[in-house]
Nanobody, 116 residues
Framework: QVQLVESGGGLVQPGGSLRLSCAASGSIVSINTMGWFRQAPGKERELVARITTGGSTNYADSVKGRFTISRDSAKNTVWLQMNSLKPEDTAVYYC??????????WGQGTQVTVSS
C-alpha cells in the first residue's frame, strides 16, 4: 500500500504564491515519476507538472514560467511552487506517483482557490 499525503493548498489572491508538497510512504517498489494534476469543477483532471527520477520535467503550457516542480528522491517528496497565480488556477490539486511497474497512485487532493 502506498500513501500520498498532500499539503499546502489554500486561498490566495491573484498574483500570489503557494507551495504544495506531497510525501509518499508505504510499500513503494521504485518510483518512476511523481507529478501534480488538477481538476476544476465541471472539468476533467489535467496534468500540471511531472518530474522523473532523473529530474526531467514537463509542464502544462498554461503554467510554464509560473510553476516549478521539484523533488527529493531520498524523501519520496515532491513540491509544486506556484507563482503569479490566476483565478483559472483554482482547482483541487492531486499528487500522482507512478512506480516502475507503471502502477499509479493518487493523493486525496488539496484545494487551491485564487480569488480576490
Amino acid at each position: 500500500q502506498v500513501q500520498l499525503v498532500e499539503s499546502g493548498g489554500g486561498l490566495v489572491q491573484p498574483g500570489g504564491s503557494l507551495r504544495l508538497s506531497c510525501a509518499a510512504s508505504g510499500s513503494i517498489v521504485s518510483i518512476n515519476t511523481m507529478g501534480w494534476f488538477r481538476q476544476a469543477p465541471g472539468k476533467e483532471r489535467e496534468l500540471v507538472a511531472r518530474i522523473t527520477t532523473g529530474g526531467s520535467t514537463n509542464y502544462a503550457d498554461s503554467v510554464k514560467g509560473r510553476f516549478t516542480i521539484s523533488r527529493d528522491s531520498a524523501k519520496n517528496t515532491v513540491w509544486l511552487q506556484m507563482n503569479s497565480l490566476k483565478p483559472e488556477d483554482t482547482a483541487v490539486y492531486y499528487c500522482e506517483l507512478v512506480d516502475n511497474l507503471l502502477r499509479i497512485y493518487w493523493g486525496q487532493g488539496t484545494q487551491v482557490t485564487v480569488s480576490s
